[in-house]
C-alpha cells in the first residue's frame, strides 16, 4: 500500500500560479506512475496530468496543456504539480494517485486525501 499526502492548495485569483506536491511513503516500488486527477462540485472526478517514474515521461488533460508542469523528486518520492495561468474552471480538489501504470490509476490507485484550489474570477 502507498500512502499519499497533498500539499499546496488554496485561493487564488485567476490568472495566479499555485504549486502542489504529493509525497509518497510505503511500498512505492510497486508504483510506476504518480498523477493528479481534480474533481469539482457536481462533476465526476477527472484526469489531470501524470508521469512514469522510470522513463520520465508525462501526459497532460488538453485542458491544462501549456499551463501546468508535472515534475519529479526521485530523492524525496515526491510530485509536483506547477499551475500557471489558473482560470475559474480549474477550481476544485485535487488528488494525488499513484498506481502500477498511469492507464490504471483512476481505476485502481491508490489516493490521497485531496487538497482545495480556488480560483476566483
Known amino acids: 500500500q502507498v500512502q499519499l499526502v497533498e500539499s499546496g492548495g488554496g485561493l487564488v485569483q485567476a490568472g495566479g500560479s499555485l504549486r502542489l506536491s504529493c509525497a509518497a511513503s510505503g511500498r512505492t516500488s510497486s508504483s510506476d506512475a504518480m498523477g493528479w486527477f481534480r474533481q469539482a462540485p457536481g462533476k465526476e472526478r477527472e484526469f489531470v496530468a501524470a508521469l512514469r517514474w522510470s522513463g520520465g515521461d508525462t501526459v497532460y488533460a488538453d485542458s491544462v496543456k501549456g499551463r501546468f508542469t508535472i515534475s519529479r523528486d526521485g530523492t524525496k518520492n515526491t510530485v509536483h504539480l506547477q499551475m500557471n495561468e489558473l482560470k475559474p474552471e480549474d477550481t476544485g480538489v485535487y488528488y494525488c494517485?499513484?498506481?502500477?501504470?498511469?492507464?490504471?490509476?483512476?481505476?485502481?490507485?491508490?489516493w490521497g486525501l485531496g487538497t482545495q484550489v480556488t480560483v476566483s474570477s
Open positions: 494517485a499513484a498506481a502500477r501504470t498511469i492507464g490504471t490509476m483512476k481505476s485502481s490507485g491508490s
